[in-house]
């Protein structure tokens, strides 16, 4: 087992769990305020990246004390956050539709969010993903994903203040994508695990 991936591995889930967090909170306050579907769905997976993270947080955790991976731990990781992105891919599916032809302002401080979190999750994404393939972790690769639709939500805010119809659009087709791979993460499971 790679010791430094996995230092790398528990490094970058302690970040997400800190920015997730924040960002999450934030984002679902400014979403109410403004009645924005775009900045609660992001917040919604900030929510859902910041439990997968937690339990990736304790699995490497876990593996740099005990210098090996632990099946169980990599799998509840997985699980997590699998079913993350069919719940938040699913719910911004139907707060889409329901929102469709509606359109909100944004506000300054929801515009400066989601461009911060476009590059920090974007970051993030990419870290996860090539670290994860490193160590190897099937977990901490799906979560990358799961970060990347975080980064996907912050360019639909983003967009929607350009095109304000394109809001709740942009929302079902970014809940697609996070069904797709949370579909695609379920598959990835251990036979034992979708049996299960």
Known sequence: MPTASVAAARRVSEI???WTLAASTLAIVLGIVDASVALLAFGAVGCVDAAGSIALVHHFRHAQKHAELEDRFERRAHTIVAFGLLSVGTAAIVVGIVKL?????????AIVLAAVSLVVLSALSARKVWVGRRVPSAALVADGHLSMVGALQ???TLAGVLVPSIDATAAIVVGAIAVGLGVKARRDLAPSVRGS
């Open 154 to 156: 912050a360019l639909v």
């Open 16 to 18: 997400a769990v800190v």
């Open 101 to 109: 032809g509606d359109s909100s302002d944004a506000s300054v401080a």
